[in-house]
């Protein structure tokens, strides 16, 4: 976690408490414009020894010397595709991206007064955005953060339930309703769109094993009753 010159104790301490609250244990805090004192340590709580342990630097260089994925935090997002910078996913998808990140990773949370500059999201591989109202969508420094911390946590910790389907079953489910398209005798691109939905559906869907293995035994009967019919006699 990169904090690039935050501005009030308060927001310093908020965010330690968030980083131990979601087992994030390595501070930066860039050319802070306040000291780490009684109001940071208040607002820590149990996230103290995070404060402790903060590294000061004065530059954002030296901060991210042996990062190898930097992420960017911006209220602004772009509505234009040629605006690079502004281009921005949102923490759930940022999760997702990261969970299959390979080396170090260090998300910089800019000033609480104007954010992140265009020169400092230069360095920056990955830009994430929280949608919030466009009524008043800038949000806290600390509240950004412990939303970004909490889609981070929520993936790395996710155990997965005896409840839930292997990927190799809802492969096999896919592979048979593709077969049954194919006995539709569906024009090539209406199969390929139909077993495109089919794979999102399974991908979006909270399916349980038991539901994969009904569904497979309806489509299996289906397919196996469909072929007899079109064997010649």
């Not at 209220?75 to 502004?86: D, G, K, M």
């Not at 991206?97 to 170090?104: F, I, P």
């Not at 293995?213 to 489509?219: D, H, K, R, T």
């Given at each position: 976690?990169?904090?690039?010159?935050?501005?009030?104790?308060?927001?310093?301490?908020?965010?330690?408490?968030?980083?131990?609250?979601?087992?994030?244990?390595?501070?930066?805090?860039?050319?802070?414009?306040?000291?780490?004192?009684?109001?940071?340590?208040?607002?820590?709580?149990?996230?103290?020894?995070?404060?402790?342990?903060?590294?000061?630097?004065?530059?954002?260089?030296?901060?991210?010397?042996?990062?190898?994925?930097?992420?960017?935090?911006?209220?602004?997002?772009?509505?234009?595709?040629?605006?690079?910078?502004?281009?921005?996913?949102?923490?759930?998808?940022?999760?997702?991206?990261?969970?299959?990140?390979?080396?170090?990773?260090?998300?910089?949370?800019?000033?609480?007064?104007?954010?992140?500059?265009?020169?400092?999201?230069?360095?920056?591989?990955?830009?994430?955005?929280?949608?919030?109202?466009?009524?008043?969508?800038?949000?806290?420094?600390?509240?950004?953060?412990?939303?970004?911390?909490?889609?981070?946590?929520?993936?790395?910790?996710?155990?997965?339930?005896?409840?839930?389907?292997s990927r190799e079953s809802l492969e096999l489910l896919a592979r048979i309703f593709a077969e049954l398209t194919g006995i539709a005798d569906l024009p090539s691109h209406r199969r390929r769109l139909a077993d495109r939905a089919f794979r999102?559906?399974?991908?979006?869907?909270?399916?349980?094993?038991?539901?994969?293995?009904?569904?497979?035994?309806?489509?299996?009967?289906?397919?196996?009753?469909?072929?007899?019919?079109?064997?010649?006699?």
């Amino acid at each position: 976690m990169v904090l690039v010159q935050p501005e009030k104790e308060g927001n310093i301490g908020s965010i330690a408490r968030a980083m131990r609250n979601f087992g994030l244990t390595d501070l930066y805090l860039v050319a802070p414009q306040v000291s780490i004192g009684d109001e940071a340590y208040r607002y820590a709580t149990r996230g103290k020894e995070i404060l402790e342990k903060a590294c000061i630097v004065q530059g954002l260089s030296e901060a991210l010397m042996e990062i190898d994925l930097v992420v960017g935090t911006t209220a602004i997002v772009s509505r234009s595709t040629s605006n690079l910078l502004r281009i921005a996913l949102d923490p759930e998808r940022l999760s997702r991206r990261l969970v299959e990140a390979t080396g170090s990773v260090a998300l910089l949370f800019g000033r609480e007064s104007s954010g992140l500059t265009n020169s400092e999201l230069q360095r920056c591989n990955v830009v994430v955005n929280i949608p919030a109202s466009e009524d008043y969508n800038v949000l806290n420094v600390a509240t950004a953060a412990s939303i970004v911390f909490y889609e981070l946590f929520k993936l790395r910790s996710r155990i997965p339930s005896e409840l839930e389907p292997s990927r190799e079953s809802l492969e096999l489910l896919a592979r048979i309703f593709a077969e049954l398209t194919g006995i539709a005798d569906l024009p090539s691109h209406r199969r390929r769109l139909a077993d495109r939905a089919f794979r999102n559906v399974l991908a979006k869907s909270a399916i349980s094993k038991r539901e994969v293995s009904l569904i497979m035994g309806v489509l299996r009967r289906t397919r196996d009753q469909s072929t007899q019919k079109r064997k010649p006699v």
